[in-house]
């Protein structure tokens, strides 16, 4: 019987080291044209974890371009904080496809948002990471990227 293949958006923090050291090493090879022996030894993995995994881990900025993100995030009923997450957006660069946000309850709204990631767009990740830190959103998640 086929595998179905599933991807997961995972936090940083809640990946095992093996894992992030495979993404560190794909990184090497790519940008700095390292050999796989010389990668795993510079990030300090067994080529044998580094060909397990390698195939199964990238950053999330690596395959965002050309994409639609959507997400949704938790903020506070502020004057001007949906306008500091738009600008944020408009900062990077990405082009907001949809936008939907519900009538507050008690003092927190939820807001949904597609995002189409240009070539022309920053670093996604980094752009939903400084969404994330504004005063007043709450929470950000995920929920697709196509």
Known sequence: MEEESKYYVVRQKALPEVLIRVAQANR???????S???ATEQVGISRSSYYKYK???????DNAKGRTITFVLSMDDEPGLLSM?????????ANILTIHQTIPVNGVASLTLSVDILPSTGDSARMIEEIEQLAGVRYLKILSRE
Request: glycine residues 4%.
């Open 85 to 93: 997450v738009l600008n944020k957006i408009a900062e990077f660069k």
């Open 55 to 61: 195939d199964d881990i990238f950053p999330f900025r």
């Open 36 to 38: 796989v022996a010389d």
């Open 28 to 34: 090497l090879i790519e940008t700095k044209g390292f």
